[in-house]
């Protein structure tokens, strides 16, 4: 049988399933596992087409994300006999943890991205030095990324200011998500039995 909470059914606030703790041990084994940082800068690797590759911290290469490959930054290296590698996504900002195995390489998407980026950091830069010139009172906010969907108005001046608040935001957002989800459910079995 499925419990709601209630305060008809007599269970105490502290029954209720606090998960706090065990999200932090889960990120820290995380990082655990993919900052075991071993010093190491470049690593040769032979990739499932027979190639060898050199991946270097710095360097560029195609890396996954869901499902698809980006152009991405090379973080560092390191994990399991240094196979994880950290990779920081252009366009994006993101960072992943990756296999090595999982890195190739598409020289035009990259220097596509690279190209991008410092023209991005050229107009921010030149944006930077006129904004100085005028005041403005508005609240900067996160970029939203392009494949979100519209975002209604009214919610746009509540975008959370940095990655930490999004973070947040999404966690609690993912946990009453999921209380209304198994309150429903509770309710709905409730009704089925009478």
């Given at each position: 049988?499925?419990?709601?909470?209630?305060?008809?059914?007599g269970?105490?606030?502290?029954?209720?399933?606090?998960?706090?703790?065990?999200?932090?041990?889960?990120?820290?084994?995380?990082?655990?596992?993919?900052?075991?940082k071993?010093?190491?800068?470049?690593?040769?690797?032979?990739?499932e087409?027979?190639?060898?590759?050199?991946?270097?911290?710095?360097?560029?290469?195609?890396?996954?994300?869901?499902?698809?490959?980006?152009?991405?930054?090379?973080?560092?290296?390191?994990?399991?006999?240094?196979?994880?590698?950290?990779?920081?996504?252009?366009?994006?900002?993101?960072?992943?943890?990756?296999?090595?195995?999982?890195?190739?390489?598409n020289?035009?998407?990259?220097?596509?991205?690279?190209?991008?980026?410092?023209?991005?950091?050229?107009?921010?830069?030149?944006?930077?030095a006129?904004?100085?010139?005028?005041?403005?009172?508005?609240?900067s906010?996160?970029?939203?990324?392009?494949?979100?969907?519209?975002?209604p108005?009214?919610?746009i001046?509540?975008?959370?200011?940095?990655?930490?608040?999004?973070?947040?935001?999404?966690?609690?957002?993912?946990?009453?998500?999921?209380?209304?989800?198994?309150?429903?459910?509770?309710?709905?079995?409730?009704?089925?039995?009478?």
């Amino acid at each position: 049988m499925t419990n709601v909470w209630s305060a008809k059914n007599g269970m105490d606030v502290d029954d209720v399933w606090d998960d706090t703790e065990l999200i932090k041990m889960y990120d820290q084994s995380i990082q655990e596992v993919y900052s075991s940082k071993s010093g190491v800068t470049e690593k040769q690797f032979k990739g499932e087409d027979g190639k060898t590759y050199t991946w270097k911290v710095g360097g560029h290469c195609m890396a996954p994300f869901e499902d698809e490959y980006f152009p991405a930054t090379i973080d560092s290296i390191g994990g399991k006999d240094n196979l994880q590698v950290q990779v920081t996504f252009f366009y994006y900002g993101n960072q992943e943890n990756v296999h090595m195995k999982d890195l190739w390489m598409n020289e035009e998407a990259i220097a596509k991205a690279v190209a991008l980026e410092q023209k991005k950091e050229s107009e921010k830069k030149s944006a930077k030095a006129g904004s100085s010139r005028t005041s403005s009172n508005h609240r900067s906010s996160a970029p939203l990324p392009n494949f979100a969907p519209p975002v209604p108005p009214n919610i746009i001046a509540m975008a959370p200011a940095n990655q930490q608040e999004a973070l947040s935001s999404m966690l609690m957002s993912w946990y009453m998500s999921g209380y209304h989800t198994g309150y429903y459910q509770a309710l709905s079995d409730n009704a089925h039995k009478h």
